[in-house]
């Protein structure tokens, strides 16, 4: 079980708790926003969040952003689902999401995180992570299916 990790900021609240996330509002923004996992069934968020080390992000009660870590919080951790909805962008929610992820306790000792983005390099760049070098991408392998969520 996951200890609770939560840190304030004004209105804001960044919390570990599972307790306290709205899964209809990460299956909405998911499914329906992101590029990454359009069509994506309540189900598989469910139990994708519920299997993961989940970060959400709240405005009196009320959440306005996620992100989620596949972790075995001693040595890896692939980072992904990170969004801040829309209106709530721009107020440096994200940086602030990005450095409570990487002050959690349980993960000072990863050697390795990955993440894949198509657009957010930049606040990622900012927090130490770097594009994955020609020889580093020799070394890694992948299988993946971008099409499994859409219906026949």
């Excluded at 689902?81 to 993960?107: C, N």
């Excluded at 894949?116 to 020609?134: I, N, P, V």
Aim: with cysteine; proline share 2%.
């Amino acid at each position: 079980m996951n200890k609770v990790y939560e840190t304030e900021q004004g209105e804001y609240l960044i919390s570990t708790d599972f307790n306290k996330l709205q899964l209809n509002v990460i299956h909405d923004y998911l499914s329906k926003e992101s590029y990454w996992a359009q069509n994506i069934p309540f189900e598989i968020v469910e139990k994708a969040a519920e299997n993961s080390l989940c970060f959400g992000v709240f405005h009196q009660n009320k959440q306005i952003g996620f992100a989620r870590l596949i972790t075995d919080k001693t040595t890896f951790a692939y980072l992904g689902d990170v969004f801040i909805v829309e209106g709530y962008r721009g107020k440096g929610l994200s940086k602030w999401l990005m450095q409570t992820i990487h002050a959690h306790p349980e993960l000072q000792t990863l050697r390795g995180w990955i993440l894949r983005t198509k657009d957010a390099h930049g606040l990622y760049e900012q927090f130490g992570w770097t594009r994955a070098s020609e020889e580093q991408l020799k070394k890694i392998m992948i299988r993946y299916n971008e099409n499994v969520y859409k219906t026949p």
